[in-house]
């Protein structure tokens, strides 16, 4: 019989790159989704299978980890051998604005989705290996570069606080319940399936835009703050293989390299052949209420210990991402120009 994964969070950047990553390896996939009034499986669409089809090995099932009755009931129906917490509110500078729905989400929804698998492993007597979603941005403002797995948290937004609540209560429950739970603490990971609200994503489909001519301007914050970037897809690999180690516990996943939102503009500008300081213009609205300068990770315990490494460096994301964004500036633009967009 083939592993069973449930993923929740299914339908953002990484629960898509997870699902596609877990079929490949021969894992039936579960996911849950909210319900909302548009579609919000445009990241899933390629891995869609028509339940009346036989052999369906990838299904989503309605929930939210804010209704934990949704959450117990898919469980029980599911029964996984592996659940991965990847759901959020994730936007950081949103948190600021939605504070107590973004640790609800974050912080209640992971409690929720813990205490589900804890009555399901001691009714079923089956366990059930948990990775939790945890951030870098839970170091926020720290004087200790690069951070590792011993780094204190000091953070600096409603969701970083709420994810270290969550990377506690993970902790908690594999000490105190003695359940497989592991947290990773992933630093920035991008790709062209990253949410256009957030920077770098920002940066790549206004710079192709501008390229085409269906832009003028990009408006961005702090330009000084650096991240470690890495790949989305390369990241959900080291999710995986903490859940295949005998034993549970915490990693860094990172690159090893920071870089400035000015250096990653710079590049993806100069990758499209565009002065960025012609169009790149500073917005203080932007800016967080308390900011975090610089997040660089040492991933030398994921990479000694799981064998994991990044195979994508920030300048091939920053052209991926650009590639993607490019074709879709051209589908807009032939559309504005048969009169079908203004």
Known sequence: ???????????????????????EKGYDVHGVMRRAS?????????????????????????????DPLSIRRII???????????????HVRTSFDQPVYTGEVVAIGTMHVLEAIRDFRDSSDREVKFYQASSSEMYGKVAVIPQNEHTPFYPRSPYACAKVYAYWQTI???????????????????????????????????????????????????????????????????????????????????????HSVREFAQEVFAYLDLDWEKYVRFDQRYLRPTEVNVLLG?????????????????????????????????RERTLVDAGHLV
């Open 172 to 258: 908690n429950y594999r000490e105190a319940y003695n359940l497989f739970a592991c947290n990773g603490i992933l630093f920035n990971h991008e790709s062209p399936r990253r949410g256009e609200t957030f920077v770098t994503r920002k940066i790549t489909r206004a710079a192709t835009r501008i390229k085409l001519g269906l832009q003028d301007k990009l408006y961005l914050g702090n330009l000084d703050a650096k991240r470690d970037w890495g790949f989305a897809g390369d990241y959900v690999v080291a999710m995986w293989l903490m859940l295949q180690q005998e034993d549970a516990d915490d990693y860094v996943v990172a690159t090893g390299e920071t």
């Open 38 to 66: 548009v579609f919000t499986t445009e990241r899933l669409n390629h891995l869609y299978q028509d339940r009346h089809d036989g052999n369906v090995r990838f299904k989503l099932h309605y929930g939210d980890v804010l």
């Open 1 to 23: 019989m083939n592993k069973v994964a449930l993923i929740t969070g299914v339908t953002g950047q990484d629960g898509s790159y997870l699902a596609e990553f877990l079929l």
């Open 298 to 330: 040492d991933p030398t315990k994921a990479r000694d210990l799981l064998g994991w490494k990044p195979s994508v460096d920030w300048k091939k994301l920053a052209h991926m991402m650009a590639d993607s964004d490019l074709r879709l500036a051209e």
């Open 76 to 90: 029980s129906e599911v029964q996984p051998d592996e659940v991965y917490n990847l759901a959020a509110q994730s």
